[in-house]
């Protein structure tokens, strides 16, 4: 199926890039905080929603692929990773870029939403469910009351970009700071991709979001995807991430519940520059604060991605044995 076919490419670009550091014995990572697996309710909607006039650019290829949990768990094996978190795409059918949006919205979102929490009962111990609500419409905190005293809902993914949040509009702030409101007192760890769709998005909103925002998340954890941006190290990611690192600098004591996650931040192709600098930010934010992810099935196959993304930042073995043990508790 397709996705042997991603495990085959990268397997052999694996092979070229290796180097006598990247064959050491290392430790799998233990828990890949960051992965996706689209509910029969999403898969359906992805050809409308991936031809959209709302898009900002096509889908990725892998974005479509009809991959299943038991897909997943194989990779999971293939690399060692013990636990992930599988992360709901519920929001898509509610996404800002879904022109004209989905009469069936609502009960889509629930739907996929009720996939699953209902995957993750079906394996215990090894998938965490998270599930998704657009943080703008009117069921957001209605849909997130539904999970409150479901044992296998753990979390709550968030993804500014898709739901066309502007942290810059105090109405949506009100409203995304309501949402961790009701989070919270649902006991649900945060898993926010917090870029949005500004162009010059960066050191401002991050700056809005820890002072109107994040202190209503109050003891949950809060993750920040992908370290602030959407995959890569653009400068709008540099500049989101420095700005966390001279928030957490000026109030140390600020926020000990915040982390952030590696998920495409790098990989194989990034320069050695790029590995140094994010090094260099990542201690500066603290190196306790962050985590292993991976996006998957975008990143490609666990091993590859996970294991081997870490071992190529120049961290010192004991930082990167660190990174791959670190595991962020849920409810």
């Known amino acids: 199926m397709p996705f042997k076919c991603i495990v085959a490419a990268s397997a052999v670009s694996a092979a070229l890039l290796a180097t006598p ?60 990773v ?15 870029m879904m022109v004209p949006p989905l009469p069936d919205a609502a009960t889509r979102v629930h739907d996929a939403n009720a996939f699953t929490v209902a995957t993750a009962k079906a394996h215990p111990g090894r998938l965490v469910a998270f599930v998704s609500v657009n943080p703008l419409t009117s069921d957001a905190l209605a849909e997130i009351q539904t999970w409150k005293d479901e044992p296998y809902a753990k979390g709550l993914k968030l993804h500014l970009t898709n739901s066309g949040v502007d942290l810059r509009h105090p109405d949506h702030v009100r409203r995304l700071a309501a949402v961790f409101d009701a989070a919270s007192d649902a006991g649900l760890t945060i898993m926010l991709h917090m870029r949005t769709r500004a162009e010059d998005y960066g050191a401002r909103d991050v700056r809005i979001f820890v002072e109107q925002v994040l202190p209503h998340a109050r003891k949950v954890p809060v993750v920040i ?35 952030f996650d590696l998920a495409q931040v790098s990989d194989a192709e990034t320069s050695q520059d790029d590995r140094a600098r994010l090094v260099e930010v990542i201690r500066g934010i603290g190196l306790h604060r962050f985590v292993a992810g991976s996006d998957w099935p975008f990143s490609g196959p666990l091993d590859g991605y996970l294991n081997e993304a870490i071992t190529l930042l120049p961290l010192s073995s004991q930082e990167a044995e660190s990174l791959r043990h670190r595991r962020i508790g849920t409810r």
């Open 225 to 259: 995807a992908h370290a602030g941006g959407w995959g890569g190290l653009d400068a709008n990611t540099w500049d989101a991430m420095e700005a966390f690192r001279d928030v957490l600098a000026e109030h140390p004591d600020t926020a000990p519940n915040l982390f």
């Open 21 to 80: 550091v990247m064959a050491q014995t290392r430790t799998p990572v233990h828990t890949d905080h960051h992965v996706h697996v689209h509910s029969p309710a999403i898969l359906e909607i992805l050809p409308v929603y991936c031809s959209s006039p709302g898009r900002m650019g096509p889908c990725d290829p892998a974005f479509v692929e009809p991959l299943t949990a038991d897909d997943l768990l194989a990779d999971m094996d293939e690399a060692g």
């Open 82 to 96: 013990q636990t992930a978190w599988m992360m709901s795409t519920a929001y898509l059918a509610q996404s800002s």
